[in-house]
Each structure stands twice: as structure tokens, then as C-alpha cells.
Antibody, heavy 122, light 106 residues
Framework: EVQLVESGGGLVQPGGSLRLSCAAS????????MDWVRQAPGKGLEWVGRTRNKANSYTTEYAASVKGRFIISRDDSKNSLYLQMNSLKTEDTAVYYC?????????????WGQGTLVTASS | DIQLTQSPSFLSASVGDRVTITCRAS??????LAWYQQKPGKAPNLLIYAASTLQSGVPSRFSGSGSGTEFTLTISSLQPEDFATYCC?????????FGGGTKVEI
């Protein structure tokens, strides 16, 4: 059974840093692209970024709103995905989801974690 | 960036109703569109990909159509468990983008 479990969320002051983790199980992580998607309270979904799979050299893409501040990485040997968030702003407050990209990368996200809440506030 | 505009934002319906939600893209995205269902406090659930292909395990009352810039999600006969928010996503170009969502209420 495919499972994704996020951790690491919490309260952080604006300007601070936080690292989210996503533990993957039930599939071979190195085969898949992986996304981070966030949802601010009461708002819609926002794509944060993507890491491609091993075959595509783990390259990354980011939304403009986080580019230069957030870094996506992965350790396939630990079945884990990470989101390093630096220079956090109040508008980064959201539930953060990790999501598996389907085998055909243009078919969306077929499995999602339960989400972890990040609150950037003083 | 490609903007996705969903309409309506809110929809009031009854069990058994036929419901149609529209998603319009600011530029052509061929069939690179997915639809998700999200219930309060839960992660989204993939319903349809490639604009019209039903994800495994999704009931056949859900269907999708369209290509280019206009897409629709249809629920043929609304069931109690279908009251949720529905969202489209374009997968043609980075940054990937989502529509604003359509909340289907009783």
C-alpha cells in the first residue's frame, strides 16, 4: 500500500527556517517524480515545486513564489522527500502536502500525504 | 503562467442532480488537465487525468471532457459522498497551476 507521511510542520517566526519531511512507503521512490503542494487556510491548492526521478537526475522546478527560498531534495535510500523552507513569510502559512506524481508525469498526483501545517507568525 | 478559471465557485445541488463544473485555461493546454476532489481536512483525491480518463477506483458517474482551453467535469447523479470541493490542475507547463475550486454544497 502506498503511503506518504509528512512531518516537521509547526510555528516559525517570519524570516525563519523549517524543514519538512515526507516518508514514502509501498513504492519505489526513485522511480517517481514527487511534488510539494500547499493550501493556505480557507484557500485553494498551490503547487510549490517538483523533484524529478533518478532517471531524470533529480532535477527540480519551483513556483515563482518560493524560488530562491525553498529547496526540494530527496534521499531515495531513506525513502524520504524533503522541503527546506528559508526566509519564511507570513504568506507561506499553509498545510503542506507531499504528493506522488503518476508514472506518466502529465497525469497528476495519484497519492497524497495527510499534510503538515506550517504557521509563519510572530 | 497559465491561469485556470473555474466556474461556478459555489454550486448548490441535491442528491441525484446532474452537476457540471467548467475549467477554462488562459492558453491552450491540449489535454493536460486533471481533476481532484477534496473534502474538508483531507488531501485531494485524483478523479480524472488527461482531461477525460477516469482514475482507477473512481465511480463512473464522474466524467471529464474538453481540450485546448475549455474543460468540464460532470457528475451524472450526485451522491451524498460527492459533496466536496473540486479543483482542476494544468500539467502542460511549469509552474503547474490549479483552478480556484468549486464547492458543491447541499
Amino acid at each position: 500500500e502506498v503511503q506518504l507521511v509528512e512531518s516537521g510542520g509547526g510555528l516559525v517566526q517570519p524570516g525563519g527556517s523549517l524543514r519538512l519531511s515526507c516518508a514514502a512507503s509501498g513504492f519505489t521512490l526513485s522511480d517517481h517524480y514527487m511534488d510539494w503542494v500547499r493550501q493556505a487556510p480557507g484557500k485553494g491548492l498551490e503547487w510549490v515545486g517538483r523533484t524529478r526521478n533518478k532517471a531524470n537526475s533529480y532535477t527540480t522546478e519551483y513556483a515563482a513564489s518560493v524560488k530562491g527560498r525553498f529547496i526540494i531534495s530527496r534521499d531515495d535510500s531513506k525513502n524520504s522527500l524533503y522541503l527546506q523552507m528559508n526566509s519564511l513569510k507570513t504568506e507561506d502559512t499553509a498545510v503542506y502536502y507531499c504528493a506522488r506524481v503518476t508514472a506518466v508525469v502529465t497525469h497528476g498526483n495519484d497519492y497524497w500525504g495527510q499534510g503538515t501545517l506550517v504557521t509563519a507568525s510572530s | 503562467d497559465i491561469q485556470l478559471t473555474q466556474s461556478p465557485s459555489f454550486l448548490s445541488a441535491s442528491v441525484g442532480d446532474r452537476v457540471t463544473i467548467t475549467c477554462r485555461a488562459s492558453q491552450g493546454i491540449s489535454s493536460y488537465l486533471a481533476w481532484y476532489q477534496q473534502k474538508p481536512g483531507k488531501a485531494p483525491n485524483l478523479l480524472i487525468y488527461a482531461a477525460s480518463t477516469l482514475q482507477s477506483g473512481v465511480p463512473s458517474r464522474f466524467s471529464g471532457s474538453g481540450s485546448g482551453t475549455e474543460f468540464t467535469l460532470t457528475i451524472s447523479s450526485l451522491q451524498p459522498e460527492d459533496f466536496a470541493t473540486y479543483c482542476c490542475q494544468q500539467l502542460k507547463t511549469y509552474p503547474l497551476t490549479f483552478g480556484g475550486g468549486t464547492k458543491v454544497e447541499i
